[in-house]
């Protein structure tokens, strides 16, 4: 089945006969991008010439009028430390944030998230923010869907995606599809990805800030993921290292094994997903979530059940 910018594929398997019908009692569906599994449904029975229930909607629901479309937030600046922002949604009604680093000649974001209409409205926050420099670079923390929404947005507007090595393939693949259900940056015209890949270790420095973009070891949520880490204010830049929203944890000691292995001093947690929050603080919560995680996990293995994460490590003191 063609749906214009992606075509999609179904295999029916494990035919039974029902009322003298053969049907699938599997479905499984991808796309072609990457072959991923757009769908996966097993069916447990069907009901041939059976009667339903009455499934129209009821007439004040068909009359009423369709609601207007919400407008995109305005995002807000709150100064972390000299040269550096946190651009958030107020009351996070926009998406998840982004934050701003200012260079002598240029500035970057780390992270273009959630949405292509969001992502455009940081950038155009970032560039009022501190008028007169050139916003040309975002660093991508990892490819999930949350944290790349408005990657096309960025692509569109020339802007060079700084990202771990492992994930310029996907990422240049998302640059050369084009775009023609609905409104989209790129939309039926691609244009070249510029991609600076990080290795292990990137360092983004002139007179004015220096920032450094390592690889985020110990991760069981993302593959090939970086983060930032700004030395003069012991800032630790993160996305999906932690949210103070979360109530479990289930990704071990990845906060403080990334703080050691890199040798870093860190004091302050700059996050994509929550609030800026003291280094001390983030470990007494991620030791608390992990409490809550293990007892989760403790009372599934109780029931027979399997939960994924389980077990958990005690996260480091």
Same mark, same amino acid.
Request: glycine share 8%; hydrophobic share 40%.
């Given at each position: 089945?063609?749906?214009?910018? !992606?075509?999609?594929?179904?295999?029916?398997?494990?035919?039974?006969?029902? %009322?003298? !019908?053969?049907?699938?009692?599997?479905?499984?569906?991808?796309?072609?991008?990457?072959? *991923?599994?757009? &769908?996966?449904?097993?069916?447990?029975?069907?009901?041939?010439?059976?009667?339903?229930?009455? #499934?129209?909607?009821?007439?004040?629901?068909?009359?009423?009028?369709?609601? $207007?479309?919400?407008?995109?937030?305005?995002?807000?600046?709150?100064?972390?430390?000299? /040269? !550096?922002?946190?651009?958030?949604? +107020?009351?996070?009604?926009? /998406?998840?944030?982004?934050?701003?680093?200012?260079?002598?000649?240029?500035?970057?974001?780390?992270?273009? +998230?959630?949405?292509?209409?969001?992502?455009?409205? #940081?950038?155009?926050?970032?560039?009022?923010?501190?008028?007169? %420099?050139? #916003?040309?670079?975002?660093?991508?923390?990892?490819?999930?869907?949350?944290?790349?929404?408005?990657?096309?947005?960025?692509? =569109? @507007? /020339?802007?060079?995606?700084?990202?771990? %090595?492992?994930?310029?393939?996907?990422?240049?693949?998302?640059?050369?599809?084009?775009?023609?259900?609905?409104?989209?940056?790129?939309? =039926?015209?691609?244009?070249?990805?510029?991609?600076? $890949?990080?290795?292990?270790?990137? @360092?983004?420095?002139?007179?004015?800030?220096? !920032?450094?973009?390592?690889? $985020?070891?110990?991760?069981?949520?993302?593959?090939?993921? *970086?983060?930032?880490?700004?030395?003069?204010?012991?800032?630790?830049?993160?996305?999906?290292?932690?949210?103070?929203?979360?109530?479990?944890?289930?990704?071990?000691?990845?906060?403080?094994?990334?703080?050691?292995?890199?040798?870093?001093?860190?004091? &302050?947690?700059?996050?994509?997903?929550?609030?800026?929050?003291?280094?001390?603080?983030?470990?007494?919560?991620?030791?608390?979530? &992990?409490?809550?995680?293990?007892?989760?996990?403790?009372?599934? %293995? =109780?029931?027979?059940?399997?939960?994924? /994460?389980?077990?958990?490590?005690? +996260?480091?003191?």
């Amino acid at each position: 089945m063609k749906t214009w910018d !992606v075509t999609l594929r179904t295999a029916y398997t494990g035919y039974l006969p029902f %009322k003298g !019908v053969r049907l699938p009692m599997g479905y499984n569906t991808t796309m072609d991008f990457r072959d *991923v599994t757009a &769908t996966k449904v097993y069916v447990d029975k069907y009901a041939v010439d059976d009667l339903i229930d009455d #499934l129209a909607a009821p007439a004040d629901v068909r009359s009423a009028p369709a609601p $207007a479309a919400p407008p995109t937030p305005v995002p807000q600046v709150t100064p972390v430390a000299r /040269g !550096v922002w946190l651009l958030h949604s +107020p009351n996070g009604g926009g /998406g998840a944030n982004s934050i701003l680093f200012e260079f002598a000649d240029h500035l970057t974001m780390f992270e273009a +998230p959630s949405s292509q209409a969001w992502a455009k409205a #940081l950038m155009e926050r970032a560039r009022a923010t501190v008028p007169g %420099k050139p #916003l040309t670079e975002v660093i991508v923390s990892h490819h999930h869907f949350d944290h790349t929404g408005g990657i096309r947005q960025a692509m =569109a @507007e /020339g802007l060079t995606l700084i990202a771990h %090595k492992g994930t310029e393939g996907l990422f240049r693949e998302i640059a050369a599809r084009k775009g023609t259900i609905g409104a989209d940056a790129i939309g =039926a015209n691609p244009k070249p990805l510029k991609f600076k $890949a990080v290795n292990e270790h990137m @360092e983004l420095k002139d007179s004015a800030l220096e !920032v450094h973009v390592y690889h $985020a070891v110990s991760q069981s949520h993302m593959a090939e993921g *970086v983060f930032a880490y700004v030395p003069r204010d012991k800032l630790l830049v993160q996305g999906d290292f932690f949210d103070v929203g979360w109530e479990l944890y289930f990704w071990q000691n990845t906060y403080i094994d990334n703080i050691r292995y890199w040798n870093l001093q860190v004091d &302050t947690d700059v996050p994509v997903h929550g609030r800026v929050l003291p280094l001390t603080q983030v470990l007494q919560d991620i030791q608390r979530m &992990t409490k809550a995680a293990q007892e989760l996990c403790d009372r599934t %293995k =109780a029931a027979g059940a399997f939960m994924p /994460g389980c077990p958990v490590k005690t +996260p480091a003191r």
